[in-house]
Every structure is written in structure tokens, then in C-alpha cells.
């Protein structure tokens, strides 16, 4: 198997392992109203919602040919740009999930923001992202090779012989434009009144899943994903974009 193969079967098994451990995040709220931002066809979006008991799930895109497909297998997908205030009301979702979409925007504040904004004062969200402080970056760079997460093109992959192929993604939507570290993603949200509850690393390059997961636990800093879940901050005024929370409780790790 050549190069490509191996690093497409390591990229799968990653993205997989992280959605076990987003799916690990969320707490099954019966009867909520689940929201996923970046909800694509859809595919990735039910069973999170079989797995919260959600009563209603809403689902945001942008990209045409995801909708139908999406509403198709039961999300009220609203056709919204992200990088705009979102179509749904103050305080109206129970759960906000995210994965692998805060990476493609340029308005991160905007993001955290609308995220707050929507989240009900019991509600939690859960936001996942690449994480650029993961060894394979880190390597990366030592050796003069772009992140693999670090796109600097909308139309070309460059910088890196390891990097796989990508379609663009749609019209309007960047490939990647902001990659955090799980410090800075913490940090920003806790800029815009979100508490974090849960830090938690996915994934890590080039190990099979049971030794990724150990190697995650033992070391989250340096996993190839963030896995951040969050509370509303109570003190944070949701109609003021310009405050910001006096204070945030410290996080927990594991559970």
C-alpha cells in the first residue's frame, strides 16, 4: 500500500476515534432541542441526536448539495452562513455540537458568540477542532513542512508531501483558516461567556486505536484533535457582544 493509502487509513481511524469521543461528551438530555452547526448531509448528525434522546435537531449549512440529503434523514436544516447571525432565537437550543467546522472561519469571535448567544443557561456545547499543537504539526514544522491542518490556499493543498487530496468544498466555504491549540480555543471561548467543562485530545498520529487512545489520555496536548465541551457562564449578559465574563471555573479533564 503506497503512502496516500497508509496516511488515509490513519486520517480515518482518527476522524472515528474523535467521534467517540465527542459522542463520550455529550450527555443525553431527553426531549432537548440539539443543534449542529456545520450539520452537512447529515449523516454524522443523527446519532448524536438517537444518543442525547433529542425531541427536536436543527441542523445549520451552507452548502447546497448537503441540504436535502439532510433533511431527508430528519434534521430541520435551516440554509444559513455562519460567518452571520444565526437563524434561531436567544437562549433556544439545549445542545450546540460542532466538529471540525471553526477551523474553516475567519469570524472565530462570531462563532463563540452566536454559540453563547443560543445556548439555554442549563444547555452545553461541544466544539471539536484540529489541534495545531499535535506532535505530527510539531514535527511538521521542525522538518520545514506546512501542518497538515494548515491550509494556505482555497484552490491548492501545498507544503506538505504527506497532505491528502481534497475536493473544495463548496462555494463560500475557505478550506482552513484558524487552527487553535486547546488553550487558545478554551481562551476563546471563554472570551465570549462559555465555561469550560471538558478538555479532552483525540486521535494520535501515526498509532492503531487503542494505543492513539492511551497515548490521548496520557498526553491531550499533543493529540491531533480538540474535544472541548461548555457551559453557559452565568455572568455573561447574552444581548452585550462587547462584555466579557468576569470569571470561568477551571476545567476537568477526564471523566
Not at 437563524?87 to 462570531?110: C, G, K, M, R, Y
Amino acid at each position: 500500500m503506497g503512502t496516500v493509502g497508509i496516511g488515509e487509513r490513519i486520517y480515518v481511524r482518527a476522524s472515528a476515534e474523535n467521534r467517540r469521543l465527542i459522542m463520550r461528551a455529550m450527555k443525553p438530555r431527553p426531549g432537548c432541542v440539539l443543534l449542529d452547526v456545520g450539520c452537512a448531509d447529515g449523516a454524522g448528525t443523527m446519532p448524536l441526536a438517537e444518543h442525547v434522546a433529542a425531541a427536536h435537531v436543527i441542523g445549520l449549512e451552507l452548502a447546497g448539495k448537503f441540504i436535502e440529503p439532510a433533511r431527508a434523514r430528519g434534521v430541520d436544516v435551516r440554509c444559513a452562513d455562519i460567518t452571520q447571525r444565526w437563524p434561531l432565537a436567544d437562549q433556544s437550543v439545549d445542545i450546540v455540537h460542532s466538529n471540525q467546522v471553526i477551523e474553516h472561519l475567519a469570524e472565530t469571535d462570531h462563532f463563540m458568540r452566536e454559540t453563547r448567544r443560543v445556548l439555554a443557561p442549563d444547555g452545553y456545547a461541544v466544539i471539536s477542532t484540529n489541534n495545531l499543537a499535535s506532535w505530527h504539526n510539531i514535527v511538521a514544522l521542525l522538518v520545514g513542512w506546512q501542518p497538515l491542518p494548515s491550509h494556505v490556499s482555497d484552490e491548492v493543498v501545498v507544503g506538505n508531501p504527506l497532505a491528502l487530496e481534497e475536493t473544495r468544498y463548496g462555494e463560500n466555504i475557505h478550506r482552513h483558516l484558524r487552527i487553535f491549540t486547546a488553550r487558545a480555543l478554551a481562551g476563546l471561548a471563554e472570551a465570549h461567556g462559555l465555561r469550560l467543562d471538558l478538555d479532552l485530545g483525540s486521535g494520535y498520529y501515526p498509532f492503531g486505536a487503542r494505543a492513539s487512545r492511551a497515548m490521548a489520555r496520557l498526553d491531550r496536548r499533543h493529540a491531533a484533535y480538540l474535544v472541548q465541551r461548555y457551559r453557559p457562564a452565568p455572568t455573561w449578559p447574552v444581548a452585550s457582544p462587547a462584555a466579557r465574563p468576569e470569571a470561568v471555573a477551571g476545567s476537568r479533564h477526564e471523566e
